[in-house]
């Protein structure tokens, strides 16, 4: 089974990987679903859209896709 995803993940890197457009999409959505997950959960006002602010500009300055991709996941 570990295989499988490791597979499935492997894939959705190579899709991302092909793409400086998909590259941005990363670093623009893993904020936003950051930001909502905390909007929803915690109504912490402007902090999350904050943070997802410095989210995404941390992702994007990520020097390659795979760091960028490492970095969202984490």
């Known amino acids: 089974?570990?295989?499988r995803s490791r597979a499935a993940t492997n894939r959705a890197v190579d899709?991302?990987?092909d793409s400086e457009r998909r590259r941005g999409a990363v670093a623009v959505l893993?904020?936003?679903l950051?930001?909502?997950v905390l909007?929803?959960?915690a109504n912490l006002r402007v902090l999350p859209l904050v943070a997802?602010?410095?989210l995404s500009a941390?992702?994007?300055t990520r020097a390659t896709t795979?760091?960028?991709l490492a970095a969202g996941a984490d």
Do not use: D, H, K, S
């Open 52 to 54: 997802a602010a410095a």
């Open 1 to 3: 089974m570990r295989a």
């Open 58 to 60: 941390f992702l994007y």
């Open 34 to 36: 950051f930001w909502l």
């Open 66 to 68: 795979r760091l960028t």
């Open 15 to 17: 899709w991302v990987v």
């Open 39 to 41: 909007e929803l959960e």
């Open 30 to 32: 893993v904020p936003a």
